[in-house]
């Protein structure tokens, strides 16, 4: 049988999943790419690191240019991460004729216009299904198996990270800080996880699947984030009460005035597929137009999922299937979309909302007063009788509204704050609903 020669350019967890499905299962693999996946070579930034696998001699190397050089290697999947060296080693490897699989998301939602235009002028591929979703084939299934479909909507927990931490707060009943620790010492967070908690990694996910899905062309930080900070611990327990999970969801919604596009904490109602995933675990929801919902569900990261989707990428890119869809799909190209994007402040929902006020005759009133002069109705209140010294003087107030606009909900939000009898810690948490 043939041999494609591949290489890795970082060994480090991926990488390493990598290369042991490449060594441990080449027989296996060639059957679905009718020709053998043969590990040329993998280069790595430190040598002398202890690895967690055992790679043939004569295939680990510190030098990119070994791959560079190598007019025999046709297929590099490039799992460095963030954004320098990745996007340098990106077009190092199209300038000398290799195929690119990705895993870095990063690279794709800052650089995907620079790294396709080269792809395409040089006659190479770029695949990136592991780049959202871990070893959720979300990429293959909206670009290719929904090609029948006008999208109309897709919603998902796209970073696992957040996903393990409300699922600790709300489960165990753990504050953030404790929750967050307790991710950090089992892998799933970083020291510095803020990308991940600030909904800033799920936006550049939902702006790469947006491009798939609508072909809009936006750069993820013009997306609306919030992230865990928008909410504490009791709101998990104020939700539970009114039937919902609150979820770190990223949204796009196809409207006729626009594109709404979004990642916010937002209450689902319990029983719903999103509201139930759990831990560090993805999800997706995919509305067509014919095909009607889809829901994806599976591991959106660790060692062998993301390397799942990364040889499933060299698999197809051996075979020449990456080639035909690549091409056909011309993924950040200048080819313009008629969809424009729909302003934050102009979506709408309903909204939980959140206040601490002072015990006492015509607060409420004055409340609803305002919300109503911003022309939101109420659909349910919570106030719970005081059980401290403390909520002699202040008592939770929990509103639930009907639907209305995000400018509406937001100068309301900021109005109530402002009243003597209210303290100024609030919340303004999205609630999805089944019709949305």
């Not at 695949?127 to 959720?136: K, T």
């Not at 409207?255 to 990642?263: A, S």
Request: hydrophobic letters at 45%.
């Amino acid at each position: 049988m043939e041999k494609t020669r591949v290489a890795i350019v970082g060994m480090g967890t991926v990488g390493t999943g990598v290369a042991r499905l490449l060594l441990d299962h080449g027989d296996r693999l060639a059957r679905h790419a009718g020709r053998v996946l043969w590990l040329e070579k993998a280069t790595v930034r430190d040598l002398s690191k202890v690895r967690n696998i055992r790679l043939p001699d004569g295939i680990l190397t510190g030098d990119l240019q070994t791959i560079l050089a190598n007019p025999e290697i046709e297929v590099v999947a490039m799992l460095v991460g963030g954004l320098e060296p990745a996007r340098t080693y990106m077009l190092q490897l199209l300038e000398a004729g290799k195929d690119v699989v990705t895993a870095n998301k990063a690279v794709l939602a800052e650089h995907g216009e620079e790294l396709f235009d080269r792809a395409r002028a040089l006659g190479r591929t770029i695949a990136f299904e592991a780049s959202v979703g871990g070893g959720i084939p979300i990429i293959a299934n909206i670009s290719q198996c929904f090609s029948a479909n006008q999208i109309l909507s897709l919603r998902g927990i796209l970073n696992g990270t957040s996903n393990y931490i409300i699922s600790q707060m709300d489960e165990q009943g753990a504050d953030y800080a404790v929750a967050l620790k307790h991710a950090q010492e089992l892998g799933y967070a970083e020291a510095d996880p803020t990308m991940d908690v600030d909904g800033s990694d799920a936006a550049q996910k939902l702006a790469i699947l947006a491009h798939l899905a609508f072909g809009v062309r936006v750069k993820w930080r013009e997306i609306y984030r919030r992230g865990l900070e928008a909410f504490q611990l009791a709101d998990l327990k104020y939700a539970a009460e009114l039937g919902y999970r609150i979820k770190l969801i990223a949204t796009a919604h196809l409207q006729e005035n626009g594109l709404e596009l979004h990642v916010s904490p937002t209450l689902i109602r319990r029983g719903r597929p999103l509201a139930e995933v759990r831990g560090a675990y993805n999800a997706v929801t995919v509305v067509g137009d014919a095909v009607g919902d889809m829901f994806f569900h599976g591991q959106g990261a660790g060692q062998m999922p993301t390397a799942s989707a990364v040889v499933a990428d060299m698999i197809d890119t051996a075979a020449g299937r990456t080639d035909i869809t690549f091409r056909r799909l011309e993924l950040w190209s200048d080819r313009e979309s008629k969809i424009g994007l729909l302003p934050y402040e102009q979506t709408l929902s309903r909204y939980y909302m959140r206040f601490f006020v002072a015990d006492e005759p015509g607060v409420l009133s004055q409340i609803t007063g305002i919300l109503g002069k911003h022309g939101i109705s109420i659909a349910s209140i919570i106030q719970h009788e005081p059980t401290s010294q403390l909520q002699l003087r202040q008592v939770p107030l929990v509103i639930m509204t009907h639907e209305a606009n995000e400018k509406a909900a937001s100068l309301a939000n900021e109005e109530i704050r402002k009243l003597e009898s209210v303290s100024q810690e609030s919340v303004k948490l999205r609630v999805m609903e089944a019709s949305r």
